[in-house]
């Protein structure tokens, strides 16, 4: 690579970009018009913007990027867009054939490249000849790193009466690939109706993360006092509050760096509190152990509270050696994420052992499972460190070509 590649780029991150929305949206998916949802977009990337109100009259000096107003972007293919000039984006239509939707062009073809967009043919596009054509998939691939999954990247029209059809496809793009059992397979349902009433109220997701960690606070000191049940309804409102508050961000657009922290902190934190309060409980509830029980359930808080940090430990170890999680190394690894000793298997396991009748029970069923799961991925975590030493190469089995 040239020694000057790097100042370019730079140079070309520090001009901003001239961008022009054609059209607006007949139906506005979440409550927002999709300038604003671009605007939205557009303000986290790293390159400058600027919105023009008005069509280009020819040539302009800075690099020009052109959408429709009338389809949604996932916010991948914008960022994707961002970063790539020289093209235009086709999309199918509802009529099957492919529809140029947006571009990105250098100044010289800004017209050009507004009228092909605003035809919505790709005829005027016939004479760009420097200018290719992509689709999504070309532009962005498949794999989608922060949200663990390989899944076709969305471009989707805004047809009058299909509101509630690009919600639920936006909505099934923001969910995790990758994740608990509890989350992937009994909270879709459920979350995006609640997603929904949320983007309809207006409420915000740092609204929807407080609420959670009400429920946090209430499930600890449930479980502290051995009101169990009552414990567990509110720590199942916190998990699907937990789900809600990240979609609601993803599908508004509305995420932030203090509400990530705040997000990820409790979901970091919270854990082993509630074990510690489950023993508590536990031992204090009239009749609950007696003799030997009470010493292995000192054991087991042991076991759940160090094995949740040494877990975590690996798992950030990992990402710190081989650039990504090791939920997504290989599928073995992707389908042992769905099962592995975290907050919502475990809330299972203790659901369990309540069921039973027993509230010791379901917490011994925790450590033995959170020892199984804890050498498994220490196991994975050296294998991975050992292939490293034989030269060969770690990556994600999602990163890899179909």
């Not at 093209?87 to 939707?101: D, F, K, N, Q, S």
């Not at 059992?181 to 949320?198: I, N």
């Not at 309804?233 to 203090?258: C, E, I, P, Q």
Request: hydrophobic share 50%; net charge neutral; charged share 20%.
């Amino acid at each position: 690579m040239r020694a000057d590649s790097a100042d370019v780029r730079e140079a070309r991150a520090a001009t901003p970009i001239d961008v022009y929305v054609i059209g607006d949206d007949p139906v506005r998916p979440w409550n927002i018009c999709q300038q604003e949802r671009l605007r939205r977009i557009l303000a986290k990337a790293d390159v400058p913007v600027r919105f023009q109100p008005d069509a280009p009259d020819g040539a302009t000096e800075r690099n020009v990027i052109v959408n429709r107003g009338d389809w949604v972007f996932e916010e991948r293919v914008v960022r994707a867009l961002v970063h790539r000039d020289g093209v235009i984006l086709t999309a199918r239509g509802a009529e099957g054939r492919e529809v140029p939707v947006a571009a990105h062009v250098p100044g010289a073809l800004a017209r050009a490249a507004y009228d092909c967009v605003a035809a919505g043919d790709l005829g005027p596009c016939s004479g760009l000849t420097e200018i290719s054509c992509v689709d999504p998939e070309t532009l962005c691939g498949y794999y989608n790193d922060a949200l663990r999954k390989r899944a076709a990247p969305y471009v989707l029209p805004l047809v009058p009466g299909r509101r509630e059809a690009v919600e639920e496809r936006m909505f099934a793009a923001s969910y995790k690939g990758v994740t608990d059992v509890v989350t992937k397979y009994l909270w879709p349902w459920p979350a995006l109706r609640a997603t929904r009433l949320a983007a309809r109220l207006g409420l915000t997701p740092n609204m929807v993360t407080t609420a959670s960690f009400v429920m946090v606070l209430v499930a600890t000191y449930a479980f502290w006092t051995g009101a169990f049940w009552w414990g567990l309804a509110a720590a199942y409102v916190m998990v699907f509050l937990d789900t809600v508050d990240g979609k609601l961000a993803r599908v508004t657009v509305t995420s932030s760096r203090w509400g990530n922290v705040f997000d990820h902190g409790i979901d970091l934190i919270h854990p082993p509190f509630w074990y510690w309060a489950w023993w508590a409980g536990t031992v204090a509830t009239a009749g609950a152990v007696s003799g030997s029980m009470a010493a292995w359930l000192d054991i087991a808080l042991a076991i759940n509270v160090i094995g949740y940090v040494v877990g975590r430990l690996i798992e950030g170890l990992f990402i710190r050696l081989f650039g990504f999680e090791m939920h997504v190394w290989q599928p073995i690894d992707s389908k042992m994420r769905e099962i592995t000793a975290r907050r919502n298997p475990n809330l299972l396991l203790l659901t369990a052992g309540l069921l039973a009748g027993d509230p010791a029970t379901g917490f011994l069923a925790v450590a033995v499972w959170t020892v199984v799961c804890t050498l498994f991925h220490a196991v994975r975590l050296v294998q991975a460190i050992a292939l490293r030493a034989g030269r060969k190469e770690i990556e994600s089995w999602m990163a890899q070509p179909a």
